[in-house]
C-alpha cells in the first residue's frame, strides 16, 4: 500500500535525500527564493498570506520540506505529518492548480540552488517526490501530471 502512495524508487529517493543536504545550509534563502518565485508566477496567491508572518510562513515551508523529504525513508511516520499539513491548506481552500504552481516553485528553487547538479534524473526525482506527496496531500492517488 505505501508503495503504491510513494512509488519513489530507492534511486529516486536517494537522490532527493543527498540533494536536500546540499540545501540544508541556506534554508533562509531557499524558502525567501521559494517565495518570491511563487509570487512572480502567481501574483495572485500573494494574497493567501496577507494575514501571515511571512518570515514564519518561511520557517514553516522548509520545515515541511525536510519533514517530507527526511521522511521519504518512513512513510508510515510521514503519512499522519503530511494528511495534517493538507488539513491546514483545505482551510485556505488550496487548490489543484495552485499545487502545480508549488511545484514549478519548488523545482525552479531547487534548480537555482544546485546550479549544474540539478540534471534531469534529479529534476525527475524531486517530481516523483512531490508528486507523491501531493497524492497524500489531496487524497488522490491517481493524480499524475506531466513535469513542470
Known amino acids: 500500500m505505501l508503495e503504491q502512495i510513494l512509488p519513489l524508487t530507492r534511486r529516486q529517493k536517494q537522490l532527493v535525500i543527498l540533494s536536500f543536504a546540499r540545501i540544508l545550509p541556506v534554508s533562509s534563502c531557499f524558502s525567501q527564493r521559494f517565495y518570491e518565485h511563487l509570487w512572480e508566477i502567481a501574483p495572485e496567491t500573494k494574497e493567501l498570506f496577507s494575514n501571515t508572518n511571512i518570515e514564519q510562513q518561511r520557517e514553516n515551508l522548509f520545515k515541511a520540506i525536510s519533514t517530507a523529504i527526511t521522511g521519504l525513508d518512513n512513510t508510515e ?72
Open 77 to 148: 511516520n510521514l503519512i499522519p505529518g503530511i494528511r495534517r499539513l493538507s488539513e491546514g491548506h483545505r482551510v485556505y481552500a488550496v487548490s489543484r492548480e495552485y499545487y502545480q504552481l508549488l511545484a514549478q516553485s519548488l523545482l525552479w528553487t531547487v534548480r537555482e540552488e544546485l546550479g549544474q547538479e540539478f540534471t534531469p534524473d534529479l529534476e525527475e526525482s524531486w517530481f516523483s517526490a512531490y508528486q507523491a506527496l501531493l497524492n497524500i496531500v489531496t487524497g488522490l492517488s491517481d493524480y499524475a501530471s506531466e513535469p513542470c
